[in-house]
């Protein structure tokens, strides 16, 4: 288990259907909260899932944030 907090932008290992493979954090807690920077679907899954789907961490969410604030 690594750490993650809301607003990391992560790498999954399988694309989703739209074909994007990079998601942004937007819950934390037993489950994790997750949306397709692709499609903007959101997901649930528990933290065993995702750390198991996760293959890296692109960036943190300060850096996100940021982002979107400008945007």
Do not use: T
């Amino acid at each position: 288990m690594f750490e993650v907090n809301v607003g990391d932008v992560v790498q999954l290992k399988k694309a989703h259907p739209c074909g994007g493979y990079e998601w942004v954090v937007m819950r934390v807690g037993v489950d994790i909260g997750i949306k397709c920077l692709g499609c903007d679907r959101r997901a649930m899954l528990e933290r065993s899932a995702f750390d198991h789907r996760v293959s890296q961490v692109v960036s943190r969410g300060g850096q996100f944030e940021s982002m979107k604030e400008e945007g």
